[in-house]
């Protein structure tokens, strides 16, 4: 005779979990309310009903935002990736044979690199929709709920529960049009004098240029910055300064003269990554993308 072991799970009430993991997305009951569709004192009951629930408070307020607590920011996290895969489930149960990929991918990336591929991917993933979203601001797959992957350039901002795989090695430097290039060409010293352009969404970027490139560091005399990479080098194209590029995000423009690295470039640590969580990893339509951007990556 066999005997089943039933054990009930005591789980939390889950219209709390979705308000709970919306204010710590948002900081604010405000914008979670409006995201939710229902007013602001549902969302504190919600919350309420949780801290009940748990036995434990889950925020502490940092002037006019919300922060979670340690013990909250992990169930937070667990949360989201367990809403993610809920509606997925859904969606796939509602359109039974649709595959499709929410990519969230940076923007210049995006627009220079993979955009001109795009029709190759496409007939390499065949029925696979892929739903591909600029990105200002790169920031980890789980900020991004709705997103299935995402690619990642430069440094990378790993979080847990995922599972990253190196498509492609890339290089980086200073770019510039012809003419202003060949004044800054030999003389690295000689960015003083020119307005050097920055993104707001990598601000560190030049002065890990001069670090891991062993140049001495100069004074700018004159900086512009920018929303992001994307404005920034549309601004270097038209001979308003020096930008700092990924040589993968401008090779059209290399190769057509629109833009020289006077100083070269030099080859960055992390390259480009295809962020996935591990659920997510085995599924038929992200196992196509990957393998499609490991073969483009190595062309």
Not at 80 to 86: K, Q, V
Not at 90 to 99: S, T
Not at 101 to 119: D, E, H, N, Q, T
Not at 186 to 191: N, V
Request: charged share 25%; net charge neutral; glycine share 8%.
């Amino acid at each position: 005779m066999i005997f089943w072991n039933v054990v009930t799970m005591r789980l939390p009430p889950l219209n709390a979990i979705r308000a709970f993991e919306a204010v710590c997305r948002h900081g604010s009951i405000v914008r979670a309310a409006e995201e939710l569709g229902v007013v602001r004192g549902a969302v504190r009951q919600q919350i309420a009903t949780l801290e009940d629930h748990l036995g434990s408070k889950l925020f502490v307020r940092d002037g006019r935002r919300l922060l979670p607590t340690e013990r909250a920011s992990a169930l937070a996290e667990a949360a989201g990736t367990a809403l993610t895969i809920l509606k997925r489930a859904a969606d796939e149960f509602e359109e039974a044979g649709r595959q499709a990929i929410r990519l969230g991918v940076p923007s210049a990336f995006a627009v220079w690199w993979l955009m001109p591929r795009a029709a190759d991917m496409q007939a390499s993933l065949g029925s696979v929709e892929v739903d591909i979203v600029p990105m200002t601001v790169v920031e980890p797959l789980s900020r991004h709920p709705d997103f299935d992957a995402v690619i990642m350039g430069g440094e990378q901002r790993s979080s847990a529960g995922t599972v990253e795989t190196r498509f492609m090695e890339d290089e980086f430097g200073p770019v510039a049009t012809p003419a202003l290039a060949r004044e800054l060409a030999g003389r690295p010293e000689a960015l003083a004098d020119v307005a050097i352009l920055a993104s707001r969404s990598a601000p560190g970027l030049w002065a890990e240029w001069f670090a891991e490139s062993g140049t001495p560091p100069v004074a700018f005399a004159r900086r512009r910055e920018f929303e992001d990479l994307l404005l920034a080098l549309g601004a270097a194209r038209s001979g308003l300064g020096v930008a700092l590029a990924p040589k993968a995000s401008i090779e059209d423009d290399l190769n057509r003269g629109i833009l020289v690295a006077p100083y070269g470039f030099i080859r960055r640590p992390a390259g480009y990554s295809l962020c996935c969580r591990i659920p997510d990893a085995k599924r038929p339509a992200l196992v196509a993308l990957r393998n499609w951007l490991l073969r483009s990556g190595s062309a």
